[in-house]
């Protein structure tokens, strides 16, 4: 079932759990994803970044969105799971455009690196455009640190719970990815994981809506060592740790973005087939094992965050 990212998530903030968003770039993505989704008759959200819309489209982003949204719709509309497709950072009005215009279930903006006013005048006109189509909006208040695909930024700047308050009222957006903390890609810390709790709740306390996390990839060791031992080099990678974002869904949190672990499950995978079997040169066999781990990075996710279960 294709379905709007809002059914998704104010279903899960009225009963107190998350539902996975992760990121894909190809074919091979989506159905690791769909087939753990599935497995565990759980909801999700898949989400594309502006990085990715291009390289579908191969530099035609009209091209690339409508290639999005036929291809999720398509294995969507052949399961009894809900499916949703969502625009990650949406930093460029074309591409908020043109995923619009192809159908896809919700949008980000991310106006963050603006300052506050700014910020807020962009969101609302953004939620106007979309909301006329049937498009829920997702929006950004502070800044993460770190880089992944278009999106950098030298430090974190926590969201403010006032702001976000004004923010959600005057703009009319549909769910709010608040800066706690966390950061993008998949070498977030130096030292220990520092997440302001009591900002979250409060940020949840006054906005009453879907909240989101993003920066929220594990780094999970599993698959670093096996990447790693077929000759990658992930030294100092380190993510959230599990027990971190099950604190974070307790404190409001409905959506958790995923990209990172799904890249690092597929390249170990791969890495593996592929040494393991130096003489296969078809991709079906060797982007196999990498799907395999990427699907099990999916279970695991959709298990720890509550969603498992909560298909219908």
């Known amino acids: ?16 759990y998350a539902v996975p968003a992760f990121n894909i770039n190809n074919l091979e993505f989506l159905i690791a994803i769909i087939e753990g989704a599935v497995e565990k008759n759980a909801p999700v959200i898949i989400e594309t970044s502006e990085g990715a819309i291009k390289y579908a489209g191969n530099g035609d982003i009209y091209r690339g969105t409508r290639l999005f949204v036929k291809m999720v719709r398509e294995y969507a509309e052949s399961v009894n799971i809900p499916v949703a497709l969502h ?8 591409f908020i ?10 949008v980000m903006i991310d106006a963050s690196h603006e300052d506050f006013e700014k910020n807020m005048a962009i969101t609302k006109e953004v939620v106007k455009w979309a909301h006329a189509s ?9 800044q993460l640190a770190g880089i992944e695909d278009n999106v950098s930024a030298a430090e974190n700047v926590l969201v403010d719970p ?3 308050k004004r923010f959600v009222e005057e703009t009319g957006v549909d769910f709010l990815a608040p800066a706690i903390g966390t950061s993008h890609g998949a070498f977030k810390f130096k030292g220990e994981v520092k997440l302001d709790f009591e900002r979250l709740k409060k940020v949840k306390e006054l906005t009453k809506i879907p909240l989101v996390l993003h920066g929220a990839s594990s780094v999970l060791k ?28 307790q404190f409001g949190i409905n959506k958790v973005n995923t990209d990172t672990d799904l890249r690092l499950a597929f390249v170990a995978g791969l890495r593996k087939h592929l040494k393991e079997n ?20 999916v279970k695991d996710r959709l298990e720890f ?8």
């Open 1 to 16: 079932m294709y379905v709007n990212t809002k059914e998704i998530l104010e279903k899960a903030s009225e009963n107190f």
């Open 87 to 94: 625009l990650d950072h949406g930093k460029h009005f074309e």
């Open 97 to 106: 455009a043109a995923a619009i215009k192809a159908g896809y279930s919700s």
């Open 134 to 142: 049937g498009v829920s909006v997702e929006a950004e208040l502070g």
């Open 162 to 164: 006032d702001q976000a």
């Open 222 to 249: 599993q698959y670093v060592d096996i990447a790693e031992e077929f000759g990658a080099d992930f030294s100092g990678a380190k993510g959230v740790p599990a027990e971190e974002i099950k604190k974070c869904v």
């Open 278 to 297: 130096p003489k296969e040169f078809d991709p079906r066999k060797y982007f196999k094992e990498g799907m395999n781990f990427v699907k099990e990075v």
């Open 305 to 312: 965050l509550g969603a498992a279960g909560k298909a219908l």
